[in-house]
């Protein structure tokens, strides 16, 4: 074998070991150009979108002038036969466990001479307005404390309208129902605008 094809060997030999660091350095070049595009780039700013926060609407039921307005005497009659082991209505009705009830909307609390309250009653101070009946038969223990009566309460509130509107019908002086006094209020307000109804100075 002469000098010229072992310049072939080697030439091929030289070739081959250039084309491979070639290769490598290019490879090298476009990993770590690579690199550079993940920390390099120019960042993206993600918003993310925020509106209004829902508005929660909670329901409500109808007030207790609706109630009373839409109740009965006789729906509060056939509610009322719980309450009838222990109280009677009529005038001049006899105390049972609980007092007689004639005339108990809009009287004072412990506000008969015959018959023996709790102390928490007596203390009470107030009328027997439709609130506070309201507030009583639905949770006796809760709204006076230390009353005597035994009676877990009427939870549904237009039981409690129905036997207010009952107890009513036996109260010859018994406020005007909250919707008809708001009402009334309403067009005295509006007949001392107009001027119709002179509001006296004070002294």
């Known amino acids: 074998m002469n ?8 030439g091929g030999v030289l070739a081959g070991a250039l084309l491979v660091m070639v290769i490598r350095i290019v ?11 993940e920390t390099d780039a ?16 909670e329901e ?4 207790l002038a609706e109630l009373l307005a839409s109740a009965t005497v006789e729906d509060g009659a056939k ?10 209505v009529n005038e001049g009705g006899r105390n049972g ?6 005339g108990v909307v809009g009287a004072a609390m412990a506000g008969r001479d015959d018959f023996s309250y709790s102390g928490g009653m007596a203390a009470m101070g107030q009328a027997w307005t439709y609130e506070a009946l309201d507030g009583f038969l639905e949770n006796p223990r809760g709204y006076v404390s230390g009353t005597k009566m035994a009676f877990g309460g009427l939870r549904k509130a237009t039981d409690r309208a129905r036997v207010i509107q009952y107890l009513r019908s036996f109260s010859p002086d018994a406020p ?8 009334a209020e309403e067009v005295m307000e509006d007949a001392v605008e107009g001027g119709m109804m002179m509001v006296p100075a004070e002294q």
């Open 97 to 102: 466990v609980g007092p007689n009830l004639y």
């Open 27 to 37: 490879a090298e070049d476009v990993i770590f150009a690579h690199d550079d595009l």
């Open 176 to 183: 005007a129902l909250p919707e008809m006094a708001a009402m």
């Open 42 to 57: 120019f960042p993206i700013e993600v918003v993310e979108e925020t509106g209004p926060a829902p508005v929660v609407v």
């Open 3 to 10: 000098s010229f094809e072992w310049n072939k060997i080697f």
């Open 60 to 63: 409500t039921g109808p007030t």
């Open 79 to 88: 509610v009322f036969r719980q309450c009838a082991a222990c109280h009677t």
